[in-house]
T-cell receptor, first 109, second 114 residues
């Protein structure tokens, strides 16, 4: 059973701060890594994907991947109240997707 | 507009009464998938399909069936629903293009089995 682990939170940060979300995975053969955001009652929407070691930046979001440590993270700079949501880490294994249980983030105005 | 649609959005049914949840995408995607989402368990893949007539089990396939007769449609069938299948269901699709295959999710179907 391939596992994807996330700290369930809740994680609270003040507006304007950096939010750091972490994810570990068990399958060393995993090739692609995704961060999804899910608002309450809504479907997941993709924020970023990464498949090479290192950092990938997109606006206020930075994904970091360390395959040796089997670790992927998401940094949200200048956090806004609209960033309050659950963040899902997803990992591919073969033709399947494996999701973590999500980290709940609250940005306090 | 590129989208994944699911119907119905909400369904309350009784144990043992067969039901089908439809899923359709208009992006010509090869890959389609069904997930269920439960509190504390996250999103778990039920079945997926790499292309027409090609389907395979995910992590939690028991009690479910799927078919892929057309590229755009991927219905989820519960032949004899039970209360433990009460959940929020999502259909998703993606194009099989290299490792960065983003999945697009439908709006979800909330199923209650009594």
């Amino acid at each position: 059973q391939k596992e994807v682990e996330q700290n369930s939170g809740p994680l609270s940060v003040p507006e304007g701060a950096i939010a750091s979300l972490n994810c570990t995975y068990s399958d060393r053969g995993s090739q692609s890594f995704f961060w999804y955001r899910q608002y309450s009652g809504k479907s997941p929407e993709l924020i970023m994907f990464i498949y090479s070691n290192g950092d990938k930046e997109d606006g206020r979001f930075t994904a970091q991947l360390n395959k040796a440590s089997q670790y992927v993270s998401l940094l949200i700079r200048d956090s806004q109240p609209s960033d309050s949501a659950t963040y899902l880490c997803a990992v591919t294994g073969g033709n399947q997707f494996y999701f973590g249980t999500g980290t709940s983030l609250t940005v306090i105005p | 507009e590129a989208q994944v649609t699911q119907n119905p959005r909400y369904l309350i049914t009784v144990t043992g009464k067969k039901l089908t949840v439809t899923c359709s995408q208009n992006m010509n995607h090869e890959y389609m998938s069904w997930y269920r989402q439960d509190p504390g368990l996250g999103l778990r893949q039920i079945y997926y399909s790499m292309n027409v007539e090609v389907t395979d089990k995910g992590d939690v396939p028991e009690g479910y069936k799927v078919s892929r007769k057309e590229k755009r449609n991927f219905p989820l069938i519960l032949e004899s629903p039970s209360p433990n299948q009460t959940s929020l269901y999502f259909c998703a699709s993606s194009a099989n293009r290299g490792p960065s295959y983003e999945q697009y999710f439908g709006p979800g179907t909330r199923l209650t089995v009594t």
